[in-house]
């Protein structure tokens, strides 16, 4: 199986500060169709998970702008350009090219 | 909108079987891929299976062939039955549409086994 590594597992940050979250694949995500399957969540305290981009760096709609994501292969990187208080939580990565799907371990996100 | 809620039993008894419902609103069931997740308490997020429209599923070998996954179009819904259940299979069981970028997501439900 896919093995998803996140990194740091803890990242307190000050508000207004930027954020960055590493995630590493255990293989490449590059799927048959020539995207590459990663995807990342949010998950705020009491909720479930809200996906926030796919494809690598493709935001969905109403995600804010100052969540980036990008990479390649087996390296990925998501971003917060300007954390606000809203974006307290734990955020996961996911792939979806190999089957099962594999989450990283979850980077909770504080304000310090 | 797309919204998605899970129902079914809170409390499951050792080596019984776990059974939940998820009820689809504001899509067509047959117009995607369904999806099962779980989360143990304080822990990850764990993939159980999906299912298409067709009736074709995908589960996770890690269950050991005790998932089964199916669909209701008749109901919009789609149901979890995991047998043989255990302390380990206690978790916040949430269903998603969608294949490889499951979005949205439900709120999930927790079910605890417990005798």
């Known amino acids: 199986d896919v093995v998803m590594t996140q990194s740091p597992l803890s990242l307190p940050v000050t508000l207004g500060q930027p954020a960055s979250i590493s995630c590493t694949s255990s293989?490449?995500?590059?799927?048959?169709?020539?995207?590459?399957?990663l995807s990342w969540f949010q998950q705020r305290p009491g909720q479930s998970p809200r996906r926030l981009i796919y494809?690598?760096?493709k935001r969905d709609s109403g995600v804010p702008d100052r969540f980036s994501g990008s990479g390649s292969g087996t390296d990925f990187t998501l971003k917060i350009s300007r954390v606000e208080a809203e974006d307290v939580g734990v955020y996961y990565c996911?792939?979806?090219?190999?089957?099962?799907?594999?989450f990283g371990q979850g980077t909770k996100v504080e304000i310090k | 909108q797309v919204q998605l809620q899970e129902s079914g039993p809170r409390l499951v008894k050792p080596s019984e079987t776990l059974s939940l419902t998820c009820t689809v609103s504001?899509?067509?069931?047959?117009?995607?891929?369904w999806n099962w997740f779980r989360q143990p308490p304080g822990r990850g997020l764990e993939s159980i299976g999906y299912?298409?429209?067709?009736?074709?599923?995908n589960y996770n070998p890690s269950l050991r062939g005790r998932v089964t996954i199916s669909l209701d179009t008749s109901k919009s819904q789609l149901s979890l039955r995991l047998s043989s259940v255990t302390a380990a299979d206690t978790a916040v069981y949430y269903c998603?549409?969608?294949?490889?970028?499951?979005?949205?997501w439900g709120q999930g439900t927790m079910v605890t086994v417990s005798s």
């Open positions: 998603a549409r969608g294949d490889r970028a499951p979005d949205p």
């Open positions: 504001g899509a067509s069931i047959t117009a995607s891929y």
């Open positions: 299912i298409y429209y067709t009736g074709d599923t």
């Open positions: 293989q490449t995500l590059v799927y048959s169709n020539g995207n590459t399957l």
């Open positions: 494809n690598v760096s």
């Open positions: 996911m792939q979806g090219t190999h089957w099962p799907w594999a």
